[in-house]
Each structure stands twice: as C-alpha cells, then as structure tokens.
C-alpha cells in the first residue's frame, strides 16, 4: 500500500479531489482551511493537529468534509484519493490480485471496498446525480452497470410510473452497537417511545395543520427527498413547542450557493413573523417515515446549536413525511415526528436514541395566501426536472398521483374551508406552475 499523506488540490467550493503525497509535505485543504496527516505504515492516517488516528480513508475523509460541512453526508475515501493519479481502489484491487490468487481476475477488477464504503461511494454518486438532475429513485431503478439511458425494465422510461426502490427495513436502536463508520448512514430506526424507557416526554409539542399540509405538498411533488425548516414558539413556562410554519427549502443538494441564499430568507420570514427557528422537516419518498443514522446525528446537532450556550433547555423537533412508501396504510402520507435523547454518559460516542414525540393536531381556519404563494414557488422550482412527479400519471390502478395527493391533503385542511375549495385552490396552484 503506498505511503505518505493527504492533500487535496483545489479552489474553495470545488468538489474535493483527494490526492496522496509524500509525507512530510502532507495537507489538506478544503475552502480555505488546511488540515495535516501522514498516512502511516498499516495504512491509518494520523491527523497531525491532534493526534487522532484515523482506521480508513473514509473515515478520515469524512472527518475532514465535516469540519468544513456538518451536513456533508459522506467521505468515501477509497474511491475519491489519488496516488500518483489513480484511486486507492486501484490498489487495493491491484493488492488483492497479487495476495488472493484464487480471486477472478474480473473480480479483482471491481472497487473490493467493504460493505460501508460502497455505500459511502454510492452516496457520492447520488450527489452528483442529483446536480445533474438524476433522483436516488431513478437510480434504484436501473439494474447494475447500467447507464442512465438504458432502464432495467421498460416501465423505468416513465418518469411517474410507481416503482418502489429498494426498501430499507428498519433495524431497533438496540441492534445498533457501538458507532461503526463502515455502516451505512442511510440505515433506518426505530423510534423509542419515552414510556418504554421509563421517562416522561421533556416538552408538549402542537403542530398547526397549515404546517403539514405543506410539508406533505412539498413532499409529493418530487421523487427525490426534500427538506425545510419549522418556525415557531417555545414557552419555557408551559413547556409546550407550538409548529405554527413550514418553510421549505427550494435548492438542490450541493447547490450551496442556492441553499445560502434561500436559508437567509428564511430566517428573514421568521424574524418579520415573530418565529423561532423550532426544528426542520425532511421526506423519505420511499421508505418508511423513520430516521436513518444520518438523520439522527443531524438532528442531534440541530438540538445542540439551538440549546447554545445557554442552560436553558429549549427543544428542536424533526418532521419525517413518506409520501409514496408502499407499506402505508392508505394514500395518505405517513408523517412522524422525532426527538433525540443523547446516548448514555458511559457511551457517549454511541448514536443518540431516536425517540417518538406525541404532538398534538391545531386545525387552522384557512389556507393563508403565503402558504398558497410558496405551494405556487415550489411547483416552479420543480417544473421540468427529471425527478418531478408526473400527477397525472396513474399511481395505482384506480387512482393517479394527483388523486393521491387531494386524498392525503384532506385530513390536513382548514376548518373554515370546504375541503373541495381547498382542493379547487391547489389544482389552481399545480396548473399556473404547469
């Protein structure tokens, strides 16, 4: 295995291309910020600033990218470092040509990463993909080693049809273990309920219905996950958490110029309505409205950034919404909320436990115009994409997907307001984008 150290070669903004050098010339930059390691004898690379050891390329690799972005998903490093212009995967498959000659040359050939680190590299793909307009469900897809251009099966030429993608079974947080940076981050969990272990729930959560029924809106529109914030009110007197606004997030991941500029007109809207930023919402097109492991430690450190540096406690929720997940009972969309309680003191480097949050339903009178309004930038920032949900298309056998999106807005609408006026109002809204 070739010795030296890291160093990636780029401008600030730009994808990472990670390159080994020699040692002791050993750097890395990522926008501007420089981090030092040699890769040592066994193949674990030292972080110079303070010692730490890291097992694999991927771990270090995913150390690094979040530092400089929390919300960076992945660090494949076995298929993203270069030596001497070719990837690590090349030499591990070289290696293991020379060491295991009973192993098919073709074999050989393919990336001999572990389980976790092909996951980590799929993920990067996605990434990619998504820039270019390609959906993780049109990914699932097409059968291995197959180009965009050529489906698996004739029914993947059509955008809209339902096909389920590969779906992720669920595993008990006790199952979990110890942290494993070779697990895949998109594992999905169970949530515990605070009866089950004995606690009360810390706060009361209320969540207006004007909130899921964009949620669920946004969610519908699109076969690819989304995400958006919650405004709110907490009141440390009653405990109570009151969700009174969804704010949804009209940018593509990797577009951080985008993503920058739609965050702070969000957290503008917030301040001209008297909100706090109370937790944000995420969508599983297809798989269950359960938290991954990737989900769980981001909402661990949404909850730790809204605490502060103040004592007090002041608590963030996290919304999952599953649109088109085939094992809901009906149309209507599964939407769960989710808390994370921190991982016992004698295991603190252990996953927080995803914890079920009981909230209580507040029925607005109207579909207020600002909410019609961003349902009307939503439907245009989504208009022509490759991962857009075709409505018309049918969804199962007697309905379309626009059916199945009036039924699951139902149970959501105002009080005040015919459900067939606030149907009439989204039709309007879908057919002005079209």
């Known amino acids: 295995m070739p010795q030296g150290a890291w160093d990636w070669g780029g401008r600030p903004g730009e994808r990472a291309c990670w390159v080994l050098v020699p040692a002791p010339a050993s750097r890395l930059w990522l926008q501007g910020k420089k981090f030092l390691g040699d890769l040592q004898p066994d193949g674990r690379i030292m972080w110079q600033e303070t010692g730490q050891v890291f097992n694999s390329p991927s771990a270090w690799a995913t150390h690094c990218k979040k530092l400089v972005n929390p919300a960076k998903k992945s660090g494949c490093g076995w298929a993203s470092v270069k030596y001497k212009g070719q990837k690590l995967d090349k030499y591990k498959a070289t290696w293991l040509r020379l060491h295991q000659l009973h192993t098919p040359a073709a074999a050989a050939d393919e990336s001999p990463a572990s389980e976790g680190e092909e996951e980590e590299l799929l993920m990067e793909e996605e990434e990619e993909e998504v820039l270019a307009g390609v959906s993780a469900e049109d990914k699932s897809r097409r059968a291995p080693g197959k180009s965009p251009s050529e489906p698996a099966h004739p029914e993947a030429t059509t955008l809209g049809k339902r096909v389920d993608s590969k779906i992720r079974v669920p595993v008990r947080y006790c199952m979990l273990g110890s942290r494993d940076s070779a697990r895949n981050p998109h594992t999905l969990v169970e949530v515990t309920s605070f009866a089950a272990i004995n606690k009360f729930q810390p706060f009361n959560v209320a969540v207006s219905s004007n909130v899921l029924f964009l949620l669920d809106f946004h969610s519908h529109l699109t076969r690819s996950e989304v995400v958006g914030y919650l405004g709110g009110r907490w009141d440390i007197n009653s405990q109570m958490l009151t969700v009174l606004r969804a704010f949804p997030c009209r940018s593509r991941l990797g577009d951080a110029e985008t993503a920058a500029a739609i965050e702070e007109e969000i957290y503008q809207s917030l301040f001209l309505r008297g909100l706090s930023l109370v937790g ?155």
């Open 280 to 434: 944000w919402y995420h969508s599983h097109p297809h798989s269950p409205a359960l938290p991954s492991l990737q989900d769980i430690d981001a909402q661990m450190d949404y909850q730790l950034r809204l605490q502060g540096s103040s004592n007090g406690f002041q608590p963030c929720l996290a919304l999952l919404c599953s649109p088109y997940y085939s094992g809901n009972p009906g149309p209507e969309s599964k939407i769960s909320p989710f808390w994370v309680m921190p991982p016992p003191e004698q295991r603190p480097s252990d996953y927080g436990i995803p914890m079920d949050v009981e909230m209580a339903y507040v029925q607005d009178s109207f579909l207020t115009n600002d909410i019609l309004h961003e349902m009307m930038l939503l439907v245009e920032f989504y208009k022509g994409a490759p991962d857009l949900v075709r409505l018309q298309e049918p969804w199962s056998q007697e309905q379309t997907y626009l059916d199945k999106l009036k039924i699951s807005l139902a149970s959501r609408t105002p009080k005040d307001q015919s459900l067939c006026h606030v149907l009439e109002q989204v039709c309007s809204v879908l057919k002005q984008g079209s």
